[in-house]
């Protein structure tokens, strides 16, 4: 179907000519084959062309019509199940597919978690039509930092994850933290305002699955919101004994 639909109007015209022609020709072998003689010689070849044109060249243009938006909406439904609708970035389930298909060629890497900071202020403040302005202007500055090989999505929310393929940490904090630089966007009344990320990092090696990757750096990104937000912290098995303890503290004191 995708062969055969056109995705421009020369691309129309071409397959509609061709396709006329292949009717006619059917129609002076069908002449040819099962008409007498006397038959053959009322008809000229031109008459044929001129029956395949009127008849055939409506119906066919349908053809070419209901395969483009065919097509068209196959291509629209796979967007939908692969992208993020608001940001064009990949959805979450897209983003694990492509990292783990990414390590074939770069088993080591670095992911990166990067979390809008006070996010949920700005929807309070200016409304959800802003906000969405302000992750659509934090995707486009991911874009914008993307290396070929590099694999950027949407979690969901103001959450958003960069794999970035066969670096080390020291170039990859090189990178997060030009991402933690604000980034500005305009409101609806045309206000100036920006956001920040907090990120966190974690070394994806050959023997650690996505999920404990994605923990750590998750734990990361959690040391970096409680340092002071706008900042990235590379994840060390020290934190997740801190972040244990912080919770256990919490715990003891609400029973108390």
Known sequence: ????????????????????????????????????LEQREMHSTSYYISHASLVGGPLIAIFLG????????QQKLWRLSRKDGLTGLNNRRTFFELA?????SHPTGVLLMLDADRFKS???????QVGDI?????????????????IVGRLGGEEFAFYLGGVSVETARVIGERLTKPISFKSDRDASLSVTLSIGA???Q???????????????????KKN????????????????????????????M
């Open 1 to 36: 179907m995708r062969l055969l639909a056109p995705r421009s109007w020369l691309g129309f015209i071409v397959r509609l000519v061709l396709l006329i022609g292949f009717v006619a020709a059917e129609n002076i072998l069908f002449a040819r084959f099962f008409e007498s």
């Open 122 to 128: 700005i929807n309070d403040t200016y409304g959800h």
């Open 100 to 104: 783990q298909k990414a390590r074939t």
């Open 66 to 73: 209901v395969s483009v938006y065919q097509v068209r909406l």
């Open 202 to 204: 974690a070394q994806w």
């Open 228 to 255: 002071g937000r706008a900042r990235l912290e590379v994840w060390d098995p020290q934190m997740l004994v801190d972040q244990q303890n912080a919770v256990a503290d919490k715990a003891s004191s609400a029973s």
């Open 206 to 224: 050959h023997n650690i699955s996505i999920d404990a990757a994605f923990a750590r750096a998750d734990v990361a990104l959690y040391q970096a």
């Open 134 to 150: 302000c992750l659509k202007s934090i995707s486009y500055t991911l874009q914008r930092s993307l290396r070929k090989e590099d």
